[in-house]
């Protein structure tokens, strides 16, 4: 078994079901394969549905989704 960062089981994650309701940057970075600071900086960008509750940066699993597949449609679009 791959335990990764943010404590999940690899085996488990195969789609969004198997994910928490609230996701940190470090489960973020985990779910999509990129470094704690990319996550980080993300979670800071304009545009990205994060919200910082008290000191600590989340996004709900919801959130996440709608907005890979809003980059999904863009990325195809500027393909075009």
């Known amino acids: ?9 690899m085996q488990r994650i ?9 996701l940190s940057p470090i489960e973020v970075s985990d779910v999509l394969g990129v470094s704690k600071g990319t996550a980080y900086n993300l979670f800071r960008s304009e ?8 000191k ?15 980059k999904e449609q863009e990325s195809r679009e500027g393909r075009k």
Do not use: C, H
Not at 1 to 9: A, D, E, H, R
Not at 14 to 22: A, G
Not at 56 to 61: A, D, G, L, M, P
């Open 14 to 22: 195969t789609n969004f079901d198997n994910l928490p309701i609230m």
């Open 1 to 9: 078994k791959l335990i990764l960062k943010g404590g999940f089981n």
């Open 56 to 70: 600590r940066w989340v996004i709900s699993k919801k959130a996440l989704q709608e907005w890979l597949e809003y």
């Open 47 to 54: 545009g990205f549905p994060s919200v910082r509750i008290g």
